[in-house]
């Protein structure tokens, strides 16, 4: 099954640093998942527009520099 949206490369790195020990701890992992849920929900709206899509990438981006 085919999701409707690419992964963000913000996303990748956070995953990446959640599953190093001791390298996640900067950021709040209840933060950043409902960081991850406002994205999501923004990339669902943004369907298959790419400006959109770029915005939801920024406000993640945003997002998680508040988080950690």
Do not use: F, N
């Not at 959640?18 to 950043?32: F, N, R």
């Not at 409902?34 to 945003?62: I, L, N, P, V, Y």
């Amino acid at each position: 099954m085919k999701i409707g949206y690419r992964l963000r490369p913000s996303a990748l790195l956070l995953g990446l640093a959640l599953a190093v020990p001791g390298v996640g701890h900067a950021t709040d992992e209840k933060c950043a998942a409902q960081c991850d849920e406002e994205t999501d929900r923004c990339m669902m709206a943004a369907g298959k527009d790419s400006a959109k899509q770029r915005q939801c990438d920024a406000q993640m981006d945003e997002c998680l520099r508040k988080c950690g």
